[in-house]
């Protein structure tokens, strides 16, 4: 029998939580507050909100139940990779987090992580491991990804010769920049470029093993880090969720097209439709989707943590 993952259906989705904590900013999709926990100790609370995002856009409306599918992924996660690298969560569980009315307690339900507040590397770490998206792209018009060079002759979705490490330095607005190593290095120094590109590699090697186990391809992810107070590498943020990966069936691996996937793409596609038809520049505000692309786009996510973790999840 398989197990059920069950949490309370929102009645509507969360856009933006409004808590009579201290805020430190609000992301994309998650909302990000400064806590003390019920022992006293200082945390930073996550929230995921359902908002949806697509080409460094926040959409006009969002999925219900989008940011706890994909939060307890990234719980899923934190715990496959602890015996190896760290995290920063403490815990996910709302009573711990002192001066909220049960009703607030209740909009926080499978949403949150409450976690070490730590020094952030303002880099995201990015594995390549097949050829797609942005990559694809890259690859057409000068045959490398990021500044690596890459054979001739491959086609959208090939395995690549071998994973890439390609870091792109966070922004506080608009798309991450990508750099080259030379440049990592020069930034934070041989040491700390080294880990996080070793770890990096690791850690998407891992995952790509234990997808593989699930029927699942890794095309690719991307990882962020803090440091702790020996000043070693801690994993943060979220972890291997559609949001942050593609995840593509391998059963149906056909290089040479786009794959089906189990990540954004549906989303990204839909918008590119519009802005084919030029009902969108890319530009925000962002559009409403429609209700039937909200609902396929749930489903895929609610497949893939079906999938990665074997246990189903379930809105009552």
Not at 117 to 131: H, K, S, T
Request: glycine share 8%; aromatic share 8%; with cysteine.
């Amino acid at each position: 029998m398989i197990e059920t993952h069950d949490f309370p259906r929102p009645a509507a989705p969360l856009l933006e939580s409004k808590l009579p904590l201290t805020l430190r900013g609000r992301g994309k999709v998650r909302d990000l507050y400064d806590v003390v926990l019920d022992t006293g100790q200082k945390a930073l609370l996550l929230v995921a909100t359902d908002r949806l995002s697509a080409f460094d856009v926040v959409l006009g409306n969002g999925i219900a139940g989008k940011g706890i599918v994909l939060t307890q992924l990234a719980r899923f996660w934190f715990d496959f990779f602890a015996p190896r690298v760290p995290h920063h969560v403490i815990s996910t569980d709302p009573a711990r987090i002192p001066g909220l009315s049960s009703a607030e307690r209740q909009t926080l339900v499978g949403r949150i992580m409450i976690c070490r507040p730590l020094p952030v590397v303002p880099v995201e770490c990015v594995a390549r491991g097949y050829l797609a998206g942005s990559g694809w792209a890259e690859y057409q018009h000068d045959g490398a990804v990021c500044g690596q060079a890459l054979p001739e002759g491959l086609r959208n979705g090939d395995r690549l010769p071998h994973t890439l490490f390609t870091p792109a330095h966070k922004v506080a607005a608009g798309h991450d920049e990508n750099i080259d190593f030379a440049t990592l290095e020069a930034t934070l120094g041989h040491p700390l470029a080294e880990a996080l590109a070793q770890t990096t590699l690791l850690l998407y090697e891992e995952a790509s093993r234990y997808a593989a186990s699930r029927g699942l391809i890794l095309a690719d992810t991307k990882f962020e880090f803090g440091l702790d107070a020996k000043e070693d590498l801690v994993l943060i943020d979220e972890v291997l969720t559609p949001d942050s990966s593609r995840f593509w069936p391998a059963d149906g691996w056909t290089p040479g097209q786009d794959q089906a996937s189990f990540d954004k793409q549906f989303i990204r596609d839909y918008l590119e439709g519009m802005v084919a038809a030029g009902t969108w520049n890319r530009q925000a505000p962002g559009p409403a989707l429609p209700e039937e692309v909200l609902a396929q786009t749930l489903d895929r996510y609610l497949d893939a943590y079906a999938r990665l973790t074997g246990h189903r999840l379930r809105f009552l």
